[in-house]
């Protein structure tokens, strides 16, 4: 089965900053990667799907990269809103495997 | 507005069983596909199953596979994942969601609040 390695699992940043997360699959997936938005107690969120397409009311501040097997999220201008954890995930071909998250603070 | 309600959780003892039901509004049931993800306490988030709206086949997470069982019931609209020989490692927040596309696999665009699953003696 195909393995998604997040980095970092966290990070700090100030309000404003750029953050940028990284997924690696473990085989060529094309662009069958979703990021998701995870806050503690709520469903989580899709924002980015196909690597690259900014999910329908997600902010434009969140943006997607990469084909094959490296990809990547980034937020150009933290908010405080953005505090939560953040997974990758392959799709198309089951088993839809997850990364195993980065949590996003702020200083 | 599309709407997923998930119900069935709660306390259970290893070696039980348990039925989780998912109500769906909002959109056409029938054509797409749909899913059940989990999260253990102070865990990632772990894809536990998945059900194809093209070919009505099942697919299971490696975890699960042999005692889980996803279905669903058109008529009801209702997704369902039967849980049986649960283990106490199976204690998370199970959530349904919905595919984004009709008739293939993708990203997960609408979810569940989730319903607590806590496997203990």
């Known amino acids: 089965d195909i393995q998604m390695t997040q980095s970092p699992s966290s990070l700090s940043a100030s309000e404003g900053d750029r953050v940028t997360i990284t997924c690696r699959a473990s085989q060529v997936i094309s662009n069958y990667v979703a990021w998701y938005q995870k806050k503690p107690g709520k469903a989580p969120k899709l924002l980015i799907y196909a690597a690259t397409t900014l999910h329908s009311g997600v902010p434009g501040r969140f943006s997607g990269s990469g084909y094959g097997t490296d990809f990547t999220l980034t937020i150009s201008s933290l908010q405080p809103d953005d505090v939560a954890t953040y997974y990758c995930?392959?799709?198309?071909?089951?088993?839809?495997?997850f990364g195993g998250g980065t949590r996003v603070e702020i200083k | 507005q599309v709407q997923l309600v998930e119900s069935g959780g709660g306390v259970v003892q290893p070696g039980r069983s348990l039925r989780l039901s998912c109500v769906a509004s909002?959109?056409?049931?029938?054509?797409?596909?749909m899913h059940w993800v989990r999260q253990a306490p102070g865990k990632g988030l772990e894809w536990v199953a998945s059900f194809s709206s093209d070919d009505n086949a099942e697919h299971y997470g490696d975890s699960v596979r042999g005692r889980f069982a996803i279905s669903r019931d058109s008529s009801k609209k209702t997704l369902y994942l039967q849980m049986n020989s649960l283990r106490v490692e199976d204690t998370a927040v199970y959530y349904c969601?919905?595919?984004?596309?009709?008739?293939?696999?993708?990203?997960?665009?609408?979810w569940g609040q989730g319903t607590l699953v806590t496997v203990s003696s």
């Open positions: 995930q392959k799709y198309h071909l089951p088993p839809h495997t």
């Open positions: 969601a919905k595919d984004r596309r009709v008739y293939s696999f993708s990203s997960f665009d609408w």
């Open positions: 909002g959109f056409n049931f029938n054509d797409f596909g």
